[in-house]
């Protein structure tokens, strides 16, 4: 199975939601190893940082980290100085920031080099933020907002640009896959708009040339992931369903439905595409088989819905 490749220890999977916590489980057993209580607030979205140390969790007024080979259950780093709820957060490749965006609208980045928490760079729009995704060139933020704008900030030269893909439908959720070939983004319509991106390279802005519009569910969408092989695409939604696109010409692939039917809030592939998590209204965390769409693993233990979920895989050898 793809969740087992390499040592299992290099294989963390996190969930949390609104029974303010934080599980982190064994991937390939579905068992719980620790549990991080999080009293603050509802857990908006989760990060692990690229170094597997520290998980980051963004929450009502609050981003905090915690120490992953810690027993200590008080975080490492705490920031309470955000009006609203942070809504989206996630770490440059080399770990020496990270990026969240919020409700206060705006997009933030944080230098983590420092011995707290600084803001070191700040992006204002006119809309709350929903959603931020750092471009794999680790140049250039697309921030997408609640009036429907997606903002491509370029970092090099504080240059923006702005696009609106649908009049009046609030941009959830923004994924550029691992080539940046792709980006897509999904609204509250739950429809999926796909771009190719060209450029984007040494100080050359990255270019959006519209390709597909996806009727992707019948109601609101919450995310959308790139397979890490950039072959597939999954959406998530208030409708109840996962849905898997293929991204050669984003025909529809699989849905992932489960009864008790809840809105699936949050997905990850495993690192070598085959497999998907999903996280759920009904408190369960799930492992799907791609191929099939079967259900390979339950994740039990939240009392409340899930709304975010974070993987990294390891595919290095460890002989």
């Not at 705490?78 to 965006?101: I, P, R």
């Not at 997606?150 to 923006?160: F, G, I, K, T, Y």
Request: some cysteine.
């Amino acid at each position: 199975m793809g969740i087992e490749v390499g040592n299992k220890d290099q294989v963390i999977f996190a969930t949390g939601g609104y029974d303010h916590s934080i599980k982190i489980w064994q991937a390939h057993t579905g068992v719980c190893q620790s549990t991080i209580q999080h009293p603050a607030s509802q857990i908006n979205a989760l990060e692990i940082a690229p170094d597997k140390h520290l998980i980051a969790a963004a929450g009502y007024q609050n981003i905090f980290m915690h120490d992953l080979g810690s027993s200590n259950p008080n975080s490492v780093l705490n920031y309470e100085g955000v009006s609203k709820n942070v809504t989206s957060l996630g770490f440059q490749e080399d770990g020496k920031w990270m990026y969240t965006g919020s409700e206060d609208c705006s997009a933030r980045i944080w230098d983590l080099r420092a011995s707290s928490f600084q803001c070191q760079r700040i992006f204002q729009v006119s809309a709350p933020v929903n959603c931020v995704s750092l471009h794999p060139n680790q140049s250039e933020l697309i921030v997408g907002d609640q009036s429907g704008i997606v903002h491509l900030w370029d970092l090099r030269s504080d240059h923006n640009e702005q696009l609106i893909p649908e009049a009046e439908a609030s941009i959830q959720d923004i994924s550029i896959d691992s080539d940046g070939t792709y980006m897509a983004a999904v609204n509250n319509k739950g429809h999926c708009y796909v771009w190719s991106l060209t450029g984007g390279v040494t100080d050359e802005p990255t270019k959006l040339t519209p390709r597909h519009r996806i009727i992707a569910h019948k109601n609101y969408a919450l995310r959308c992931k790139f397979s890490p092989d950039s072959t597939l695409l999954v959406t998530t939604s208030a409708d109840q369903t996962a849905r898997i696109w293929r991204t050669t010409d984003f025909s529809d692939v699989q849905i992932l439905q489960h009864e008790p039917k809840r809105w699936v809030w949050d997905a990850a592939f495993s690192a070598d595409s085959q497999y998907i998590f999903t996280a759920s209204s009904d408190g369960v965390a799930r492992l799907w088989n791609v191929a099939n769409g079967h259900v390979e693993r339950e994740y039990q233990g939240h009392t409340k819905a899930i709304t975010a979920l974070a993987f990294r895989d390891q595919l290095i050898s460890t002989n």
